[in-house]
């Protein structure tokens, strides 16, 4: 079966760059059509999306936080990592991964989601 | 940016009740549209795919109906497992959540 896990630092500092790696397990990240996101939750507020990569490289990411955001694959390792640079205050969240099937837009498996809040 | 209005942001029903909620797009999305469930705590599951399709597993009276700009989420008979919040999504431009919908039992 199909999962997920997001890893990486639960407390950042302004200004310093998040880097988050979801690990996945019951399918390929070499699948035609496959992708993984990353879509982020701030506590009691709704969801955004992050970024996409899909199987062939290619990369899509939210308008309002292009400049700041990297996403990138290791087929091998099955990790797909997402970085985040000049963290904010406003960035603490609960990130989480999910994997996209081919054929649809949808998300249909979701990582437990990862905690990270920034503060000094 | 295509914007994705939900309503309503939360509503109170009784179990047994029909419960319906609305998302509206900006824009015409044609069915690029998919309805999520999220009790607290948990990560999003996946309700509804394309507008209309019920995910393998989900209980069928979950139901979702519309296309380009308006989209229709039924729950034909409520039950207690089902407090939680919703949400839209679309894909037909990038990914848009809507803004959820938090169901209470009355």
């Known amino acids: 079966q199909i999962t997920l896990k997001e890893s990486g630092p639960t407390l950042v500092k302004p200004t310093q760059t998040l880097t988050l790696t979801c690990t996945f397990s019951g399918f390929s990240l070499s699948t035609s059509g496959v992708g993984v996101g990353w879509i982020r939750q701030p506590p009691g507020k709704a969801l955004e999306w992050l970024a996409l990569i899909y199987w062939n490289d290619d990369k899509r990411y939210s308008p309002s936080l292009k400049s700041r955001l990297t996403i990138t694959k290791d087929t091998s390792k099955n990790q797909v990592v997402l970085t985040m640079t000049n963290m904010d205050p406003v960035d603490t969240a609960t990130y989480y991964c999910?994997?996209?099937?081919?054929?649809?837009?949808?998300?249909?498996?979701w990582g437990q989601g990862t905690l990270v809040t920034v503060s000094s | 940016d295509i914007q994705m209005t939900q309503s309503p942001s939360s509503l109170s029903a009784s179990v047994g009740d029909r419960v319906t909620i609305t998302c509206q797009a900006s824009?015409?999305?044609?069915?690029?549209l998919n309805w999520y469930q999220q009790k607290p705590g948990k990560a999003p599951k996946l309700l509804i795919y394309d507008a209309s399709n019920l995910e393998t597993g989900v209980p069928s009276r979950f139901s979702g109906s519309g296309s380009g700009t308006d989209f229709t989420f039924t729950i034909s008979s409520l039950q207690p497992e089902d407090i939680a919040t919703y949400y839209c999504q679309q894909y037909d431009n990038f990914y848009t959540f809507g803004q959820g919908t938090k169901l209470e039992i009355k």
């Open positions: 824009q015409d999305i044609s069915n690029y």
């Open positions: 999910a994997h996209r099937p081919a054929g649809t837009g949808a998300l249909d498996y």
